[in-house]
C-alpha cells in the first residue's frame, strides 16, 4: 500500500527516557514532517525536511533531534523525555508544490508518566 | 506570520441536514493554499477539500462544498446531506506558496462536529 506509515503507533515510557519514533512514506515525495498534536487537539509543526535538508525548525527544544538517512525516511529521537512531551506525534510527506496536500501517518500517542 | 482562526470549538448537526464550519486567516500574501482535514476518532488525518486563492470557483467534493470569500479572508465548509460517519474534528489549514513558508501547513484549533441520529 501506498501510505506514510509510522511507528510505534502507542509509546508509554517514564521520564528521563530517550525514545525515537520512525516514519517511512512511499509515495515519492520530497518533503517530509514532524506535527505535534496537543491534549486541546491543536497541531503544530515541529520540523520540515525536502530532500533530507532541515528547512524549518520551529522552536522545538534540542532534545527532539530528527534524522533523515534518505527522503522516504524521517525518524524523530527524542532525549530526556519529559511530562510535557505527551502528545500524539503525526509524521506527513507531501510534494515540494504548494498546492500539493500532506499526507499523513495514523500517528504515534506518546505517554510520558 | 500566517494564522488560522476556527471560531467555532464545537458544532452539531442532525442527520442528513446541513452544517456549516468557519474558518478565517490572516496573510498578506496574495496566492496560496487552503485545506480542509477531517480527524474521525481513529485520528487519522483525511484531506476533505483544497482551495486554491487564485480561483474564485469554490471548490466541491461531493457533499463537501467550501465557501471561499479572499477579500474577507474567509475560508467556511459547508457538509450537505450530514452522516454519522462525518462526525470528526475539522481542521482549517493554510499553505503559503513563498519559499520559508511554503514548507508547512498551518493549522486552525479545529471544530468538533457531532452528527445527531
Known amino acids: 500500500d501506498t501510505a506514510v506509515s509510522q511507528t510505534p503507533k502507542y509509546l508509554v515510557t517514564q521520564m528521563g527516557n530517550d525514545k525515537s519514533i520512525k516514519c517511512e512514506q512511499n509515495?515519492?515525495?520530497?518533503?517530509m514532517y514532524w506535527y505535534k498534536q496537543d491534549s486541546k487537539k491543536f497541531l503544530k509543526i515541529m520540523f520540515s525536511y525536502n530532500n533530507k535538508e532541515l528547512i524549518i525548525n520551529e522552536t522545538v527544544p534540542n532534545r527532539f533531534s530528527p534524522k533523515s538517512p534518505d527522503k522516504a525516511h524521517l525518524n524523530l529521537h527524542i532525549n530526556s523525555l519529559e511530562l510535557g512531551d505527551s502528545a500524539v506525534y503525526f509524521c506527513a510527506s507531501s510534494q515540494v508544490a504548494p498546492n500539493s496536500p500532506l499526507h499523513f501517518g495514523n500517528g504515534t500517542r506518546l505517554t510520558v508518566t | 506570520a500566517q494564522t488560522v482562526t476556527q471560531s467555532q470549538p464545537e458544532m452539531s448537526v442532525q442527520e442528513a441536514e446541513t452544517v456549516t464550519l468557519s474558518c478565517t486567516y490572516d496573510?498578506?500574501?496574495?496566492?496560496?493554499?487552503l485545506f480542509w482535514y477531517k480527524q474521525p476518532p481513529s485520528r487519522q488525518m483525511i484531506l476533505v477539500i483544497r482551495?486554491?486563492?487564485?480561483?474564485?470557483q469554490n471548490a466541491t467534493e461531493n457533499r463537501f462544498s467550501v465557501n471561499f470569500q479572499k477579500a474577507a479572508k474567509s475560508f467556511s465548509l459547508k457538509i450537505s446531506d450530514s452522516q454519522l460517519g462525518d462526525a470528526a474534528m475539522y481542521f482549517c489549514a493554510y499553505r503559503s506558496t513563498t519559499q520559508g513558508g511554503s514548507e508547512k501547513l498551518v493549522f486552525g484549533k479545529g471544530t468538533k462536529l457531532t452528527v445527531n441520529p
Open positions: 509515495l515519492g515525495h520530497d518533503t
Open positions: 496573510t498578506s500574501e496574495s496566492d496560496y493554499y
Open positions: 482551495q486554491e486563492a487564485y480561483k474564485q
